[in-house]
Protein backbone atom coordinates (compact mmCIF):
# COMPACT_ATOMS: atom_id res chain seq x y z
CA UNK A 1 0.00 0.00 0.00
CA UNK A 2 1.10 3.70 -0.89
CA UNK A 3 -0.64 6.21 1.06
CA UNK A 4 0.28 10.36 0.46
CA UNK A 5 0.27 12.75 2.98
CA UNK A 6 -2.43 14.91 1.12
CA UNK A 7 -4.01 14.61 -2.00
CA UNK A 8 -6.79 17.55 -3.82
CA UNK A 9 -9.97 16.47 -4.29
CA UNK A 10 -10.95 17.62 -7.76
CA UNK A 11 -13.74 16.48 -9.42
CA UNK A 12 -15.73 17.05 -12.90
CA UNK A 13 -17.09 20.02 -11.87
CA UNK A 14 -13.25 22.08 -11.64
CA UNK A 15 -12.60 20.22 -14.53
CA UNK A 16 -15.53 21.54 -16.16
CA UNK A 17 -14.95 25.19 -14.71
CA UNK A 18 -11.32 25.38 -15.83
CA UNK A 19 -12.35 24.54 -19.27
CA UNK A 20 -14.88 26.92 -19.79
CA UNK A 21 -12.29 29.86 -18.75
CA UNK A 22 -9.73 28.69 -21.43
CA UNK A 23 -12.78 29.34 -24.09
CA UNK A 24 -13.01 33.15 -23.10
CA UNK A 25 -10.71 35.63 -23.40
CA UNK A 26 -10.79 36.61 -19.84
CA UNK A 27 -7.51 34.42 -18.64
CA UNK A 28 -7.08 37.10 -15.83
CA UNK A 29 -8.40 40.27 -14.01
CA UNK A 30 -11.99 38.76 -15.84
CA UNK A 31 -15.32 37.89 -14.18
CA UNK A 32 -14.14 34.64 -12.18
CA UNK A 33 -11.82 36.50 -10.46
CA UNK A 34 -14.22 38.79 -9.28
CA UNK A 35 -16.96 36.01 -8.52
CA UNK A 36 -14.70 34.10 -6.53
CA UNK A 37 -13.74 37.17 -4.07
CA UNK A 38 -17.18 37.69 -3.78
CA UNK A 39 -18.15 34.35 -2.68
CA UNK A 40 -15.40 33.54 -0.59
CA UNK A 41 -16.16 36.98 1.47
CA UNK A 42 -19.59 36.27 1.42
CA UNK A 43 -18.54 32.41 2.97
CA UNK A 44 -16.58 33.98 5.70
CA UNK A 45 -18.37 37.06 5.95
CA UNK A 46 -16.36 39.94 5.58
CA UNK A 47 -16.97 42.50 3.00
CA UNK A 48 -13.95 42.35 0.78
CA UNK A 49 -11.67 39.64 -0.34
CA UNK A 50 -8.67 40.30 -2.51
CA UNK A 51 -7.30 37.13 -4.20
CA UNK A 52 -3.76 36.70 -5.04
CA UNK A 53 -1.50 34.08 -6.60
CA UNK A 54 -0.52 33.14 -2.82
CA UNK A 55 -1.44 33.04 0.95
CA UNK A 56 2.29 34.37 1.52
CA UNK A 57 1.44 37.04 -1.25
CA UNK A 58 -1.44 37.62 0.46
CA UNK A 59 0.48 38.13 3.88
CA UNK A 60 2.59 40.30 2.46
CA UNK A 61 0.59 42.94 1.02
CA UNK A 62 -1.66 42.99 4.56
CA UNK A 63 1.78 43.51 5.87
CA UNK A 64 2.34 46.86 3.22
CA UNK A 65 -1.30 47.61 3.08
CA UNK A 66 -1.14 48.73 7.21
CA UNK A 67 2.24 50.26 6.76
CA UNK A 68 4.30 48.57 8.35
CA UNK A 69 7.81 49.15 7.76
CA UNK A 70 11.47 48.89 8.25
CA UNK A 71 12.47 48.66 12.56
CA UNK A 72 8.53 47.97 13.09
CA UNK A 73 8.05 45.00 15.10
CA UNK A 74 5.77 42.28 14.75
CA UNK A 75 4.31 39.41 17.55
CA UNK A 76 4.19 36.45 15.97
CA UNK A 77 5.03 32.48 16.95
CA UNK A 78 7.62 30.28 15.71
CA UNK A 79 5.53 27.34 15.79
CA UNK A 80 4.15 27.76 11.86
CA UNK A 81 4.85 27.29 8.42
CA UNK A 82 7.94 29.83 7.59
CA UNK A 83 5.53 32.17 5.29
CA UNK A 84 4.33 33.96 8.64
CA UNK A 85 7.44 35.19 9.66
CA UNK A 86 9.20 35.85 6.00
CA UNK A 87 6.38 38.21 5.20
CA UNK A 88 7.39 40.29 8.04
CA UNK A 89 10.88 40.50 7.10
CA UNK A 90 10.00 41.27 3.51
CA UNK A 91 9.73 44.60 4.47
CA UNK A 92 12.25 45.05 7.06
CA UNK A 93 10.20 44.67 9.86
CA UNK A 94 11.12 42.08 12.78
CA UNK A 95 9.13 39.03 14.25
CA UNK A 96 9.23 38.92 17.85
CA UNK A 97 8.60 35.24 18.66
CA UNK A 98 6.77 34.13 21.57
CA UNK A 99 6.29 30.92 22.86
CA UNK A 100 2.86 29.08 21.84
CA UNK A 101 0.54 27.28 24.64
CA UNK A 102 1.13 23.33 24.84
CA UNK A 103 -2.44 22.19 24.17
CA UNK A 104 -3.78 24.63 21.29
CA UNK A 105 -0.39 24.94 19.73
CA UNK A 106 -1.82 28.74 18.69
CA UNK A 107 0.18 31.46 20.34
CA UNK A 108 0.30 32.67 24.13
CA UNK A 109 -1.77 35.48 24.91
CA UNK A 110 -0.22 35.85 28.12
CA UNK A 111 3.12 35.91 26.75
CA UNK A 112 2.28 38.73 24.82
CA UNK A 113 1.51 40.81 27.71
CA UNK A 114 4.66 40.45 29.14
CA UNK A 115 6.47 41.70 25.92
CA UNK A 116 4.71 44.66 25.21
CA UNK A 117 4.19 45.42 29.49
CA UNK A 118 8.15 45.20 29.59
CA UNK A 119 9.52 47.46 26.66
CA UNK A 120 8.91 47.90 23.33
CA UNK A 121 7.00 50.99 21.59
CA UNK A 122 8.43 49.60 18.28
CA UNK A 123 5.50 46.82 18.60
CA UNK A 124 3.43 47.71 16.17
CA UNK A 125 1.65 44.66 15.40
CA UNK A 126 0.43 40.75 16.04
CA UNK A 127 0.51 38.44 13.21
CA UNK A 128 -1.23 35.23 14.85
CA UNK A 129 -1.84 31.66 13.25
CA UNK A 130 -4.36 29.21 13.41
CA UNK A 131 -2.55 26.82 13.59
CA UNK A 132 -3.73 23.29 12.12
CA UNK A 133 -7.02 25.04 11.64
CA UNK A 134 -7.98 25.90 15.17
CA UNK A 135 -8.71 29.22 15.83
CA UNK A 136 -6.47 31.66 18.69
CA UNK A 137 -8.18 32.68 21.24
CA UNK A 138 -9.55 35.88 19.22
CA UNK A 139 -11.39 37.83 22.08
CA UNK A 140 -8.23 38.28 23.97
CA UNK A 141 -6.04 39.07 21.00
CA UNK A 142 -8.01 41.39 20.31
CA UNK A 143 -8.78 42.57 23.29
CA UNK A 144 -4.73 42.69 23.91
CA UNK A 145 -4.46 45.02 20.44
CA UNK A 146 -7.10 47.69 21.91
CA UNK A 147 -4.82 48.04 24.65
CA UNK A 148 -1.88 48.21 23.26
CA UNK A 149 -2.66 49.81 19.98
CA UNK A 150 -1.97 47.10 18.19
CA UNK A 151 -2.49 45.73 14.52
CA UNK A 152 -3.84 42.41 14.53
CA UNK A 153 -3.38 39.96 11.47
CA UNK A 154 -4.93 36.35 11.29
CA UNK A 155 -2.92 34.24 9.58
CA UNK A 156 -5.88 31.64 9.04
CA UNK A 157 -3.94 29.99 5.91
CA UNK A 158 -4.71 26.57 7.07
CA UNK A 159 -8.70 27.38 8.91
CA UNK A 160 -10.66 27.99 6.13
CA UNK A 161 -14.53 26.82 7.76
CA UNK A 162 -13.15 27.20 11.39
CA UNK A 163 -15.52 29.16 13.81
CA UNK A 164 -14.60 30.63 16.64
CA UNK A 165 -17.66 31.48 19.59
CA UNK A 166 -16.72 35.02 20.58
CA UNK A 167 -18.12 36.86 23.30
CA UNK A 168 -20.84 38.49 20.13
CA UNK A 169 -21.24 34.85 18.92
CA UNK A 170 -20.01 32.60 16.09
CA UNK A 171 -17.54 34.14 13.54
CA UNK A 172 -15.13 32.36 11.00
CA UNK A 173 -11.81 32.46 11.02
CA UNK A 174 -10.54 35.14 8.25
CA UNK A 175 -12.78 37.81 9.82
CA UNK A 176 -10.48 38.29 12.69
CA UNK A 177 -8.13 41.47 13.34
CA UNK A 178 -7.58 44.15 10.73
CA UNK A 179 -7.16 41.75 7.70
CA UNK A 180 -6.68 37.79 7.30
CA UNK A 181 -5.56 35.41 4.79
CA UNK A 182 -6.61 31.99 3.25
CA UNK A 183 -3.94 30.16 1.13
CA UNK A 184 -5.55 27.66 -1.57
CA UNK A 185 -2.21 25.13 -2.16
CA UNK A 186 -3.29 22.01 -2.65
CA UNK A 187 -3.02 20.38 0.42
CA UNK A 188 -5.38 23.08 2.06
CA UNK A 189 -9.10 22.70 2.60
CA UNK A 190 -9.80 24.36 -0.79
CA UNK A 191 -7.77 24.20 -3.85
CA UNK A 192 -6.66 26.81 -6.66
CA UNK A 193 -3.85 25.31 -7.59
CA UNK A 194 -1.97 28.34 -6.09
CA UNK A 195 -3.59 30.84 -4.52
CA UNK A 196 -4.56 32.79 -1.33
CA UNK A 197 -6.48 35.96 -0.62
CA UNK A 198 -6.64 38.97 1.80
CA UNK A 199 -9.96 39.31 3.89
CA UNK A 200 -10.52 42.42 5.26
CA UNK A 201 -13.87 44.53 6.35
CA UNK A 202 -11.72 47.84 5.55
CA UNK A 203 -12.13 49.19 2.02
CA UNK A 204 -8.57 50.98 2.30
CA UNK A 205 -6.72 48.14 3.37
CA UNK A 206 -8.84 45.98 0.45
CA UNK A 207 -8.13 48.65 -2.27
CA UNK A 208 -4.06 49.08 -1.07
CA UNK A 209 -3.74 45.53 -1.41
CA UNK A 210 -5.59 45.29 -4.74
CA UNK A 211 -3.74 47.76 -6.41
CA UNK A 212 -0.40 46.35 -5.08
CA UNK A 213 -1.20 42.76 -6.53
CA UNK A 214 -1.61 44.70 -9.79
CA UNK A 215 1.47 46.77 -10.35
CA UNK A 216 0.50 49.28 -8.63
CA UNK A 217 -2.56 50.09 -10.51
CA UNK A 218 -4.90 52.28 -9.45
CA UNK A 219 -7.79 50.06 -8.31
CA UNK A 220 -10.57 52.59 -10.10
CA UNK A 221 -10.60 54.08 -13.28
CA UNK A 222 -6.81 53.48 -13.27
CA UNK A 223 -5.04 53.41 -16.48
CA UNK A 224 -3.12 50.50 -18.02
CA UNK A 225 0.34 51.99 -18.49
CA UNK A 226 -0.33 54.33 -15.00
CA UNK A 227 1.52 53.02 -11.88
CA UNK A 228 0.37 55.03 -8.78
CA UNK A 229 2.68 53.10 -6.22
CA UNK A 230 5.39 50.45 -5.64
CA UNK A 231 3.48 47.16 -6.90
CA UNK A 232 4.03 43.59 -7.85
CA UNK A 233 2.61 40.87 -9.66
CA UNK A 234 0.64 39.28 -7.38
CA UNK A 235 -2.26 38.05 -9.56
CA UNK A 236 -4.46 35.09 -9.69
CA UNK A 237 -5.25 33.88 -13.33
CA UNK A 238 -9.22 33.08 -13.72
CA UNK A 239 -8.07 29.43 -14.35
CA UNK A 240 -6.88 29.13 -10.51
CA UNK A 241 -10.18 31.00 -10.13
CA UNK A 242 -12.76 29.17 -11.60
CA UNK A 243 -11.19 26.18 -9.73
CA UNK A 244 -11.71 27.95 -6.12
CA UNK A 245 -15.01 28.29 -6.87
CA UNK A 246 -16.43 24.78 -7.89
CA UNK A 247 -14.66 24.32 -4.59
CA UNK A 248 -16.40 26.97 -2.88
CA UNK A 249 -19.61 25.65 -4.04
CA UNK A 250 -18.50 21.64 -2.48
CA UNK A 251 -16.88 23.32 0.91
CA UNK A 252 -20.00 21.67 2.78
CA UNK A 253 -19.02 18.39 1.29
CA UNK A 254 -15.13 18.70 1.62
CA UNK A 255 -15.57 19.91 4.87
CA UNK A 256 -17.62 17.08 6.32
CA UNK A 257 -15.43 14.18 4.50
CA UNK A 258 -12.52 15.96 6.46
CA UNK A 259 -14.04 15.74 9.75
CA UNK A 260 -15.31 12.21 9.14
CA UNK A 261 -11.63 11.34 8.34
CA UNK A 262 -10.67 13.18 11.44
CA UNK A 263 -12.59 11.44 13.34
CA UNK A 264 -11.93 7.88 11.89
CA UNK A 265 -8.56 8.55 13.66
CA UNK A 266 -9.56 10.03 16.51
CA UNK A 267 -11.72 6.97 17.46
CA UNK A 268 -8.92 4.70 16.48
CA UNK A 269 -6.09 6.81 18.47
CA UNK A 270 -8.35 6.48 21.88
CA UNK A 271 -6.98 2.82 22.21
CA UNK A 272 -3.39 3.87 21.69
CA UNK A 273 -0.90 4.28 24.15
CA UNK A 274 1.42 7.16 23.97
CA UNK A 275 -0.30 9.50 21.35
CA UNK A 276 -1.81 12.45 22.22
CA UNK A 277 -4.30 13.86 19.31
CA UNK A 278 -4.96 17.67 18.66
CA UNK A 279 -6.82 19.58 20.92
CA UNK A 280 -10.31 20.17 21.21
CA UNK A 281 -12.85 22.62 22.72
CA UNK A 282 -16.24 23.23 22.43
CA UNK A 283 -15.77 26.92 21.54
CA UNK A 284 -12.84 26.42 19.62
CA UNK A 285 -14.43 24.40 15.90
CA UNK A 286 -10.91 23.42 13.99
CA UNK A 287 -12.12 22.53 10.15
CA UNK A 288 -9.58 19.74 9.67
CA UNK A 289 -6.25 20.96 7.83
CA UNK A 290 -3.82 17.91 9.13
CA UNK A 291 -3.74 15.12 11.01
CA UNK A 292 -1.24 15.92 13.35
CA UNK A 293 -0.44 13.64 16.38
CA UNK A 294 2.29 13.86 19.10
CA UNK A 295 4.00 12.02 21.13
CA UNK A 296 3.67 11.67 24.68
CA UNK A 297 6.62 14.05 26.49
CA UNK A 298 8.41 10.84 27.95
CA UNK A 299 9.45 10.56 23.52
CA UNK A 300 12.53 11.95 22.23
CA UNK A 301 12.97 13.40 19.11
CA UNK A 302 14.85 9.78 18.20
CA UNK A 303 12.03 8.07 18.65
CA UNK A 304 9.98 9.96 16.47
CA UNK A 305 12.17 9.99 13.65
CA UNK A 306 12.38 6.42 14.10
CA UNK A 307 8.85 5.97 13.67
CA UNK A 308 8.55 8.36 10.92
CA UNK A 309 11.05 6.36 8.95
CA UNK A 310 9.45 2.92 9.60
CA UNK A 311 5.88 4.55 8.55
CA UNK A 312 7.62 5.21 5.60
CA UNK A 313 8.77 1.95 4.65
CA UNK A 314 5.40 0.92 5.19
CA UNK A 315 4.67 3.24 2.43
CA UNK A 316 2.88 5.85 4.73
CA UNK A 317 3.76 8.92 3.75
CA UNK A 318 4.18 11.29 6.83
CA UNK A 319 6.18 14.37 8.08
CA UNK A 320 6.95 16.16 10.97
CA UNK A 321 5.36 19.20 11.25
CA UNK A 322 6.73 22.27 11.87
CA UNK A 323 9.60 22.80 12.26
CA UNK A 324 10.43 25.52 14.19
CA UNK A 325 10.85 28.95 12.49
CA UNK A 326 13.34 30.62 14.70
CA UNK A 327 15.50 27.01 14.03
CA UNK A 328 15.45 27.18 10.37
CA UNK A 329 19.33 27.67 9.21
CA UNK A 330 18.45 31.32 7.53
CA UNK A 331 16.61 32.56 11.25
CA UNK A 332 19.56 31.38 12.89
CA UNK A 333 22.59 32.85 11.19
CA UNK A 334 19.99 35.77 10.91
CA UNK A 335 19.16 36.65 14.69
CA UNK A 336 21.57 34.02 16.28
CA UNK A 337 18.59 32.17 17.31
CA UNK A 338 19.56 28.57 19.30
CA UNK A 339 18.12 25.25 20.87
CA UNK A 340 16.22 26.21 24.09
CA UNK A 341 14.75 30.04 22.85
CA UNK A 342 11.13 28.48 22.62
CA UNK A 343 11.09 25.64 24.41
CA UNK A 344 7.57 24.94 24.18
CA UNK A 345 7.61 24.90 20.29
CA UNK A 346 10.67 23.21 20.48
CA UNK A 347 9.12 20.18 22.97
CA UNK A 348 6.20 20.17 20.43
CA UNK A 349 7.66 19.95 17.17
CA UNK A 350 10.02 17.47 18.08
CA UNK A 351 7.60 15.39 18.99
CA UNK A 352 4.93 15.44 16.00
CA UNK A 353 3.88 13.44 12.97
CA UNK A 354 1.35 14.47 10.31
CA UNK A 355 -0.41 11.76 8.86
CA UNK A 356 -1.88 10.95 5.76
CA UNK A 357 -4.72 13.15 5.37
CA UNK A 358 -7.23 14.56 2.85
CA UNK A 359 -10.86 13.66 1.84
CA UNK A 360 -11.04 10.66 0.05
CA UNK A 361 -8.81 8.81 2.37
CA UNK A 362 -10.52 5.27 3.05
CA UNK A 363 -11.68 3.86 7.09
CA UNK A 364 -9.05 1.16 5.91
CA UNK A 365 -6.51 3.12 4.70
CA UNK A 366 -6.69 5.33 8.03
CA UNK A 367 -6.68 1.61 10.20
CA UNK A 368 -3.59 0.43 8.21
CA UNK A 369 -1.81 3.95 9.04
CA UNK A 370 -2.92 3.60 12.83
CA UNK A 371 -2.21 0.21 13.21
CA UNK A 372 1.20 0.40 11.89
CA UNK A 373 1.75 3.22 13.98
CA UNK A 374 0.36 1.46 17.41
CA UNK A 375 3.32 -1.46 16.44
CA UNK A 376 5.92 1.03 16.53
CA UNK A 377 4.96 2.69 19.42
C1 LIG B 1 0.13 27.44 3.67
C2 LIG B 1 0.43 28.49 4.63
C3 LIG B 1 0.85 29.78 4.23
C4 LIG B 1 1.26 30.16 2.84
O1 LIG B 1 0.47 29.86 1.80
P1 LIG B 1 1.06 29.67 0.33
O2 LIG B 1 -0.17 29.73 -0.52
O3 LIG B 1 1.75 28.36 0.27
O4 LIG B 1 1.96 30.83 0.04
C5 LIG B 1 1.01 30.74 5.21
N1 LIG B 1 0.83 30.46 6.51
C6 LIG B 1 0.48 29.24 6.93
C7 LIG B 1 0.28 29.01 8.40
C8 LIG B 1 0.29 28.20 6.01
O5 LIG B 1 -0.03 26.97 6.45
Redesign the pocket.
Known amino acids: MKIPLSRPDITEKEENAVRKVLKTPHLSLGPKLYEFEEKIAEYVGVKYAVAVN????A?HLIIRALGIKEGDEIITTPF??I??ANCILFERATPVFVDIEPDTLNIDPEKIKSIVDSQRSTVKAILA?D?FGLPCNWDELETLAKRYDLKLIE?S??ALGSRYLTKNGWKKCGSFGNAG?F???PN?QITTG???TVLTNNQEVADLCRSMANQGREVKNGKWLEHVRLGYNYRISDINCAIGIAQLERIDEILEKRRKVAETYNRLFKEVKGVKILYEDPGFKRSWFVYVIQLEEKYEREDRNRILKKLKEKGIECSNYFTPIHLQPFYRRKFGYKEGDFPVTESVSARTIALPFYNNLSEEEVEYIVNNLKKLI
Open positions: SGTSLSFASVVDAEVAFYKEGG
